[in-house]
């Protein structure tokens, strides 16, 4: 296809693609002349990851570059592509170094909802010390919150993760699955949060109303 | 006790208090000399309440007076006071005028989630907006998701909520348990959404782990 026709089917516009080509984020297209290429579909999936990446996870450009290197190297592995992808999982060359070592109680404490959970998860996944600053928090406004209150919430992120994942079902192309994957997890949050408030007043009506 | 006091057990200093004390947001306590008073429990129950829906729901001070009188005409009542603490139902007077209804498709399909898990919340609740935005993105981005796919998250949300209301039992102050409902609706969010990211790294890595 020519570049107005992938520019229609990736929703990014031309002079975007043409920045994107030049950065080196989106590999060349077919030459078919002195200034036309012929593009495949693999550049609309390419260009729609691309898009999530910037757009939805707000990442730079480059930093955008490095994750699709990683992400081309791991593109059979779908747990080590939907961690990068995610975030999860540090690019190579970013890794945070081992000698900071998050010693606060609240850190003590996220790691013992991990252990107590039995999840596999990397080391230096940035949820991780949400977690333990969300800890941190309540204990610095007062709030006696022991972290066994929160494995009933964990229980159910559980069973949440298996309904994000099963919506990847549909689709075997990785970078399709990738672009899905991030779509779903960071465009529902603020929807996920919606919910519980609107399930919060409605357990409300059924405790406390007249 | 005295305002220093009242200042140590509250967690906000004597210049904020004394503040409040000006814009009304607090009673005066009861007067002693020329220059001092005498603050009662309800005055350290208050402050803290007081202390969430500045810092933790970010209002105005305005506002917070606006939201603490007609939480003061509710206080019997749990759920209006929740509902008016978390920001489900409007305070008086900044009821949303009834002509500026919400005709895109995705509100309709927030309608339609809403009847099928039967809940009962206010019409202008904000979260309903929320849902009806997030539909509406994933469809501007191309992705084809369907109303229906957020049935389970919304029956998860349900458990959550219930989990939510079971940690106000510990109090039965009507302030001590409208502050506890802010601090453990708001600040435990981002932990939610992090359990969730924590839970989908698992769930990924038993799915599709080496």
């Not at 910037?54 to 939907?82: F, P």
């Amino acid at each position: 296809m020519r570049i107005s026709e992938l520019s229609r089917r990736s929703g990014v516009p031309i002079t975007t693609i043409k920045h994107y080509l030049r950065e080196g984020l989106l590999p060349p297209g077919r030459a078919t002349a002195a200034t036309q290429a012929e593009y495949e579909e693999s550049h609309v999936r390419r260009l729609r990851l691309i898009r999530a990446l910037i757009g939805v996870r707000g990442l730079s450009v480059s930093a955008t570059r490095e994750l699709l290197t990683a992400v081309s190297e791991h593109e059979a592995d779908t747990h080590q592509m939907l961690g990068l992808v995610l975030g999860a999982r540090p690019v190579a060359g970013t890794e945070p170094g081992t000698g900071k070592e998050d010693d606060r109680p609240g850190s003590a404490d996220a790691d013992a909802l991990l252990t107590e959970m039995g999840w596999q998860v990397s080391e230096h996944a940035p949820a991780k010390g949400v977690i333990a600053d969300t800890l941190e928090t309540l204990r610095s406004l007062g709030v006696d919150y022991d972290w066994r209150s929160l494995v009933p919430y964990a229980t159910l992120a559980g069973r949440t993760a298996a309904h994000d994942l099963d919506q990847l079902d549909d689709t075997t192309d990785p970078l399709e699955r990738a672009e899905r994957a991030l779509l779903l997890t960071v465009l529902l949050e603020p929807a996920l949060l919606a919910l519980r408030r609107l399930a919060q007043e409605d357990e409300s009506a059924k405790r406390y109303g007249g």
